[in-house]
């Protein structure tokens, strides 16, 4: 693995991992009323082309990164909706 | 420009847009209650390293899209700790 890719996979490795602090916070607090879900919509869309746009460019770290990434989002808008 | 870029683009512009509704609810409500600190420190983290990414590939949509979000989660962490 060259060192481009190594950078690109901690960067998603981050990225992605934000996520994870946000949905356990809801997780637990079952309250969203701060969280925008605008913000949420938008990601989830940005995501998908994101997805697509690495699986043109042949980016193992952008596919894989934001792959998990919309798994989470897709979490936070679910609580979203169901915690308001 | 080619369509790949164009997907990136796409992308770039509803990941990067998506931290304007949270940063504008945020700084209308001064409230940060349910958002999570560690979300965003993480993507301070990771965005930077995307930057770079975006950088050592020559990515035109991967350097612009996480350099205004970079701005706007920092933002958020700088809210987050005005307003608890």
Redesign the interface.
């Known amino acids: 693995m060259d060192?481009?890719t190594i950078?690109?996979l901690?960067?998603?490795?981050?990225?992605?991992?934000?996520?994870f602090?946000?949905v356990?916070?809801?997780w637990k607090?079952r309250?969203?009323?701060?969280?925008?879900?605008?913000?949420?919509?938008?990601?989830s869309?940005?995501?998908?082309?994101?997805i697509?746009?690495g699986v043109?460019?042949g980016?193992v770290?952008v596919i894989a990164a934001n792959s998990v990434s919309l798994v989470l989002t897709l979490a936070m808008l679910g609580m979203k909706f169901l915690y308001k």
């Open positions: 060192s481009i950078l690109g901690i960067g998603g490795t981050f990225t992605t991992a934000s996520f602090p946000q356990f916070k809801t607090t309250s969203t009323k701060d969280v925008s879900s605008g913000m949420f919509v938008l990601l869309v940005g995501i998908t082309f994101w697509a746009y043109k460019i980016s770290p």
